[in-house]
Nanobody, 123 residues
Framework: QVNLVESGGGPVQAGGSLRLSCAAS????????MGWFRQGPGKQRDLVGR???????DYADSVKGRFTVSRDNAKKTVYLQMNSLKPEDTAVYYC?????????????????WGQGTQVTVSS
C-alpha cells in the first residue's frame, strides 16, 4: 500500500506565498517523477510542475518564474513553493508520485495521488 499525504494549503492574499508538501509512505521500492496538478472551479485537472528523480523540473507556462517544485528523496517528499500568487491560482492542488511498489516488476511504476489541498488566493 502506498499513501501520499499533503499539507500546507489554505487562504492567502494575492502577491503572497505558500509552500505545499507531500510525503509518500508505504511499501515503496522506487519513485520516478513526483509533482503537482491543480483543478480550479469548473476546470479540468492540469499539470503545475513535476521533478524527476534526478532533479530535472518542468512547469506549466502559467506558473514559470513563480512556482518551484523540489523533492527530498530521502524523505520521499515533494514540495511546491508558490510565490507571487494570483487569484487565478485558486484551486485544489494534488500531488502525485510515480511509484514502484514492493512485489512488482522492475519497470512496473504506477501513479499514486494525494487527497488534494485547497489553495484560495484573494485579491
Amino acid at each position: 500500500q502506498v499513501n501520499l499525504v499533503e499539507s500546507g494549503g489554505g487562504p492567502v492574499q494575492a502577491g503572497g506565498s505558500l509552500r505545499l508538501s507531500c510525503a509518500a509512505s508505504g511499501t515503496i521500492v522506487d519513485i520516478n517523477d513526483m509533482g503537482w496538478f491543480r483543478q480550479g472551479p469548473g476546470k479540468q485537472r492540469d499539470l503545475v510542475g513535476r521533478v524527476t528523480g534526478a532533479g530535472s523540473a518542468d512547469y506549466a507556462d502559467s506558473v514559470k518564474g513563480r512556482f518551484t517544485v523540489s523533492r527530498d528523496n530521502a524523505k520521499k517528499t515533494v514540495y511546491l513553493q508558490m510565490n507571487s500568487l494570483k487569484p487565478e491560482d485558486t484551486a485544489v492542488y494534488y500531488c502525485y508520485a510515480s511509484v514502484r511498489a514492493l512485489g512488482v516488476g522492475p519497470f512496473n511504476f504506477r501513479d499514486y495521488w494525494g487527497q488534494g489541498t485547497q489553495v484560495t488566493v484573494s485579491s
